[in-house]
């Protein structure tokens, strides 16, 4: 169902962007596809008039002021003081879903798996991509991994929302919860309550190790899979080279108020300006976007158009086969090929349907949680008396001996050193150690517990971070130092 007329963002990059966002804008043209464009400069030549993220302040105005934005691929300039343009765009609209559809053309495409047909998203926002890293001893380094609530349930509603607008069956959620109980246990979880709400779809989850297996080995068994950020950018990789289509293959980047439709390839320097680029990737990508805007049976006409050309055998050279193809053609006579079969179907490969229906994901639910403090740890740097656990809780315990705390717990890279010590492990300048009430003493006030940094500081201890502990509604809030 058409709603009337779209203005869309669209740049026109580097490397070969201009080559395939001509072609692609040819066949959008062509489809009649109900856009008006607003072109904008960003990439290289803004990188080089000294613009750090690549994006000079008018193009920021136009790409802010329309809700859809065409990228074509641009060029990373070498050296340092440089800052991601797709980095900046994702976290200054808030794109909080990666969703990458990942299909086989085979035989046309050659492919491993001719059956594989699915689609990732990918949350795009948090998780190590937050990028809060630290130092904090010579020996160690590391890296905070944020799982919000509202930012699970908002990108897992997505995926399933996604799967009933485009005639999915399954959603499968990829996480390593057997270890990461809070982070991934909390996504887990999330994944759990919304998927009761989509009674008409199967829900599954997947420890992602032994996913990542299944996905390389039956990439046919997978329709939908959500997932964390990092977990998201390694299984897309692997997707996209097993099904031997990395440069046909779009995506997108979805917000709220704001979305960014990409080729999943890059600029392809190597063969800019000779008119041999595949526009496939891209093309994929404004595909994407005519659904994303309620435009499916335009996005219908001009996948089916695309598909008919790779069962033609009209080929550009990186899909070019002896014995599969029929010829090797230029850009422009690929595109020109797809406009002469608008209205065609394919015979053999799938052809392409979409919903009109437009996905809107609600608000994120709220609901009422208790929290309560239970203690807290306190990151030492100690590099003393041949670093032995026993010395140390010596010490520690003496210090903290007038607060109303008590030392619980001593943990060396996660593993638990001290009261009861794993033999043989390998011990580091970096510890950590507990401290919580006496079990009857209720909860401890706030500043009882800021007190401990500076009590152990205070006894020349050497403090390098602290983290004040929480029940949440009834359970620890925190992992018990164990390891694994
Ligand atoms: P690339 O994807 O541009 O190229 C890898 C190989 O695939 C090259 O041999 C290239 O010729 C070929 N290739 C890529 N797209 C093709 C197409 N449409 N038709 C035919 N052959 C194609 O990756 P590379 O070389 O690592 O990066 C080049 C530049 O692109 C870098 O500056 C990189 O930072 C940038 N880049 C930009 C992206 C974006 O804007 N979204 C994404 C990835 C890379």
């Not at 609530?149 to 929302?161: L, V």
Request: hydrophobic share 40%; net charge negative.
């Amino acid at each position: 169902m058409s709603t009337g007329r779209h203005t869309i963002t669209v740049a026109h990059g580097d490397g070969i962007g201009p080559e395939i966002m001509a072609a692609t804008l040819r066949v959008l043209a062509a489809a009649d596809a109900p856009l008006d464009l607003e072109p904008v400069t960003i990439g290289l030549s803004a990188y080089e008039a000294g613009h750090p993220t690549g994006i000079p302040p008018e193009a920021w105005a136009t790409i802010r002021r329309n809700p859809v934005f065409l990228k074509a691929p641009i060029t990373t300039p070498q050296g340092g003081g440089y800052r991601s343009l797709n980095v900046t765009i994702r976290t200054s609209l808030g794109l909080y879903a990666n969703v990458r559809p990942t299909t086989s053309f085979a035989p046309f495409v050659h492919s491993m798996h001719p059956g594989m047909d699915l689609v990732i998203v990918r949350e795009n926002e948090e998780d190590l991509y937050a990028g809060i890293e630290f130092r904090p001893t010579a020996e160690m380094a590391k890296s905070v991994k944020l799982i919000s609530r509202p930012g699970s349930e908002r990108i897992i509603r997505y995926a399933f929302e996604y799967a009933r607008a485009h005639g999915r069956r399954t959603v499968a959620c990829m996480t390593k919860d057997n270890i990461m109980k809070h982070t991934d246990g909390l996504f887990h979880r999330v994944f759990d309550e919304v998927a009761a709400d989509y009674p008409d779809l199967r829900a599954e989850h997947h420890i992602v190790d032994i996913g990542a297996a299944r996905l390389a080995a039956q990439p046919e068994r997978f329709d939908v899979i959500v997932t964390l950020n990092l977990y998201g950018d390694i299984l897309s990789d692997i997707a996209g080279q097993i099904a031997g289509s990395v440069g046909v293959s779009g995506s997108a980047n979805i917000g709220p108020d704001h979305a960014m439709f990409e080729a999943v390839h890059g600029s392809a320097p190597d063969i800019a300006g000779r008119g041999v680029a595949n526009p496939s990737g891209l093309l994929n990508a404004a595909v994407q976007m005519l659904v994303h805007l309620g435009e499916a049976a335009v996005a219908e006409r001009i996948a089916n158009a695309w598909l008919t050309t790779l069962e033609s055998g009209l080929h550009t050279a990186d899909l070019h086969r002896e014995g599969l193809s029929e010829r090797e053609v230029t850009t422009d006579e690929f595109t020109d090929a797809i406009i002469a079969r608008l209205g065609s179907l394919p015979e053999r490969l799938r052809p392409a349907r979409f919903e009109t229906r437009r996905i809107t994901v609600p608000a994120p639910t709220s609901r009422p949680v208790v929290t309560e403090r239970a203690g807290v740890d306190v990151y030492l740097r100690w590099d003393e008396d041949e670093r032995d656990p026993a010395r140390l809780a010596e010490r520690v315990a003496a210090a903290v001996a007038p607060t109303a705390l008590e030392l619980t717990l001593i943990t060396n890279r996660g593993v638990a050193v001290h009261p009861s010590s794993a033999p043989g492990a390998a011990l580091t300048d970096h510890w950590r150690c507990r401290f919580r009430p006496a079990p009857d003493a209720g909860e401890p006030p706030l500043g009882t517990l800021l007190e401990v940094p500076v009590v152990l500081a205070g006894a020349g201890l050497e403090v390098v971070g602290s983290e004040v502990l929480q029940r949440v509604d009834g359970a620890d809030g925190f992992s018990s130092g164990a390891g694994g």
